[in-house]
């Protein structure tokens, strides 16, 4: 058992699974933060509600485009043996899913380890881009650069051929055209809300056969999200996820191995605010309205 008095599946870096039964889970967003593979100390008040309350927002907006696992984030959907007080506004009841072990990473600017690769080789996952591109950039067209879902240490990014060869190829196949079509359904949204899309990562797992959307959707955690108003190509724009954190880091020295160093408050109070302030431009709600503990 875990912190519910259900059966706990498994605990990550940020989730932790319960199982309610045979076909149903129960996930919760922790608070915990990491950077570098590895989790600190110190928690981000509110942010397992934030990414629950994204993901929720956006499984029940893409439905038409793939099935998700989402049943319900209402608590009081939730079994009693939830204990729905303990877990509201960072819960979702879902649907179990075996999941496919590969990440899928849709690009849309060249950014992050892909502009890193790019400054080393001229490619994006193996894969040639034009002469003279700059940081930040925008693609020719959004792109598909898989890598792998490591259980530990550092995943690897993927070549199509790669990638087809680890789930085989219809699969593959199947899931980049379902990935580039959600990253253009979410990057037009965040556009209508003064938001740039860079870059997002989406899990899918199946159930029945039928390839299902699992996990979480464009939240600060599995996205890199730019204000419009930020953006210059050739440029390191502010972003709503862990910039404070990182930042942060890159003063210290820190060498990226346990232990991880404290975290000062103006850095959680500051990544705080910036996944709220996410949580409230994208889906234009007030994060105060999300489900909360002492409303369940």
């Given at each position: ?6 059966p706990?599946?498994?605990s990550g ?18 608070d ?6 590895v ?10 509600r ?7 927002f ?6 038409g ?20 007080s ?39 996952n ?10 930040a ?10 890598s ?6 550092h ?15 219809d ?45 979480e ?6 996205s890199?999200l ?29 060498d990226?191995n ?14 705080r ?14 994060f ?9």
């Amino acid at each position: 058992m875990g912190l519910l008095d259900l059966p706990l599946l498994r605990s990550g870096k940020v989730r932790e699974v319960y199982v309610v039964d045979a076909d149903r889970l129960l996930m919760v967003a922790s608070d915990r933060i990491s950077a570098f593979d590895v989790v600190f100390d110190q928690p981000i008040p509110d942010k397992g509600r934030v990414l629950t309350g994204m993901s929720t927002f956006w499984f029940e907006r893409t439905q038409g485009l793939v099935a998700n696992h989402l049943i319900s984030s209402d608590p009081t959907d939730f079994p009693p043996t939830a204990e729905p007080s303990k877990v509201a506004g960072r819960a979702m009841l879902v649907r179990a899913a075996e999941p496919v072990m590969m990440e899928c990473i849709v690009r849309g600017y060249l950014f992050g380890s892909a502009w890193s690769e790019y400054q080393r080789s001229g490619t994006m996952n193996g894969q040639p881009l034009p002469e003279g591109m700059r940081q930040a950039e925008l693609l020719p067209s959004p792109v598909f650069t898989p890598s792998t879902k490591a259980e530990e240490g550092h995943d690897e990014a993927l070549t199509p051929q790669q990638g087809r060869d680890l789930v085989g190829a219809d699969l593959y196949d199947q899931i980049e055209q379902t990935s580039l079509a959600l990253y253009e359904f979410a990057r037009q949204h965040a556009e209508s809300k003064g938001l740039i899309l860079v870059d997002t990562k989406f899990e899918f797992g199946l159930i029945d056969g039928e390839l299902t959307l699992i996990d979480e959707m464009c939240t600060p955690d599995s996205s890199r999200l730019w204000a419009a108003e930020d953006y210059e190509v050739g440029t390191s724009p502010p972003s709503f996820d862990k910039q404070y954190v990182r930042d942060y880091l890159s003063e210290t020295g820190w060498d990226k191995n346990p232990p991880a160093p404290a975290l000062p408050d103006d850095v959680v109070t500051g990544t705080r605010a910036r996944y709220v302030e996410a949580y409230e431009r994208v889906t234009g709600l007030s994060f105060d309205d999300w489900f909360a503990p002492e409303r369940a």
